[in-house]
């Protein structure tokens, strides 16, 4: 249950987001989905302050989204910077797969973290999109043979 819908006031969500961006540099907000066509998603708020793209992923989970996102994040607050196409196997070892793509337009999906830190006249901030993916058992098996 998203936090609104939960009794908890907008300007108290705010508060808390802000909160935990200035405590840790960083937060995920996760927005549920209400189908295929418009998939749960998280993203991170905070990774702009550090001259890097914001990185969102589509996982109907919000622990889910929040452990994939978490190695990425603190890796940039280290003065890691990734792009599109990067090797991730360092924070994902095979045989899971990981890749980051261009983010065409984070005005829509990431709303929170536009708001928080794209200045007017701006154009939306920049992202990424983690995308995450591993080798079914029966193609691992196959392989094994």
């Not at 550090?50 to 994939?68: G, K, N, Q, R, T």
């Not at 990734?82 to 994902?92: H, K, N, R, S, V």
């Not at 990431?110 to 920049?126: I, V």
Request: aromatic share 10%; net charge negative.
């Amino acid at each position: 249950m998203c936090d609104v819908c939960g009794g908890i006031s907008a300007p108290e969500v705010s508060r808390s987001i802000e909160a935990r961006v200035q405590t840790y540099g960083w937060t995920v907000l996760h927005i549920q989905g209400d189908g295929e066509r418009n998939p749960a998603f998280g993203y991170t708020i905070g990774l702009t302050q550090y001259d890097h793209p914001e990185i969102i992923v589509f996982d109907p989970v919000p622990d889910s989204a929040y452990l994939s996102l978490k190695p990425l994040a603190w890796a940039v607050l280290e003065g890691n910077t990734f792009g599109e196409g990067d090797d991730l196997t360092g924070f994902f070892p095979p045989p899971e797969r990981a890749e980051l793509l261009q983010f065409p337009d984070s005005g829509m999906h990431l709303f929170t973290a536009n708001s928080m830190f794209r200045a007017a006249g701006d154009p939306p901030l920049t992202a990424l999109q983690l995308v995450r993916s591993s080798l079914s058992p029966l193609l691992s098996r196959r392989g094994g043979r």
